[in-house]
């Protein structure tokens, strides 16, 4: 063997192996492959060509996936602008040389979605957007209060509740895209690519949130908001289909319904936690609005001129 195969493994600080069991791993020889990355022939772990592990990217299984997450948290790659553009620009193309080993220049999918999310929930609480306009006089104060607790608990834990809900939208990827032949593991990662420009939109979107904060306007720019993210995640689906049989129409319903069955499953889990943390304050709600519309009723019926009496 070289002299010098040994230095990588020296030099890395990240390497937590013993002395020992670095002295072992220079007596493996590896057999030569082709790098799925730029296809250059490999004789050693690593491609002298684009650095990436020659002899260790494989096809991505469900034991993966615990590594992948703690490497998610723990770790920062390069590439995440380059990842973002080629993501947004052409999805399929880039989650298929992914899932086909072509990982090296791109950022980890589920280190993108932490980050991008981490990065929305950060710039929305230091904006402090009003999602609900200041209250009517006619409107009572526990119910307005609810609105904006329901309000403010759904802009604050919504995108959260995208990222915890990708093993859901994974399975009706899985089901919808199965004629890609990707696995449950790889529709894992399709999913958290696609959610993660979804979240990216959002930072974008902030601006225009902000300035319609605490205006009638929100809700319909909100409304708005909702158009391109259905559009693009339904491209991003359906392109992951590209290389198979069916034609435009079914792979843009097949990418249709892999978003929006998760969003409507995501959706109604959410909306189910956000009661249950906030019971109290809904109860008090309409209680105060029961009441108020009983003296509303009561005033009606005082106000209601007598009848008068016929005589005969």
Known sequence: MH???????ALDPKLAHSVHSAALDTTVHHVPTACLNCNTLVS???CGHCGQDAHHTHRLTLKDMPHDILHSIWHVDKGILYTLKCMVLRPGPTIQAYLAGKRVDHFRPLSLLFMVTGLYALLHSVLHIEMVMPRDSNMPE??????????????KYLSWFYVASVPVWALFARWFLRRSGYNYAECLI????????CNFF?????????????????????LWFVVPVVAYSTWAYSSVLAHTTLGLARRLWCGFMAFALGYVVTFLVFVITMYAANW?????????QKQQKQEMQKQA????????TRVR
């Open 3 to 9: 002299p010098t195969s040994t230095v990588p493994i």
């Open 44 to 46: 050693d772990r690593f």
């Open 142 to 155: 526990a119910v307005y209060q609810m609105q904006k607790t329901s309000m403010t608990f759904m802009m």
């Open 190 to 197: 399709i999913a958290a690519f696609i959610i993660a420009i």
């Open 202 to 222: 959002a930072v974008l979107f902030l601006p225009v949130l902000y300035w319609a904060s605490g205006t009638p306007q929100y809700y319909t720019v909100s």
């Open 280 to 288: 109290s304050t809904f109860v008090a709600a309409m209680k105060q």
């Open 301 to 308: 019926r005082g106000a209601r001129p007598a009848t008068p």
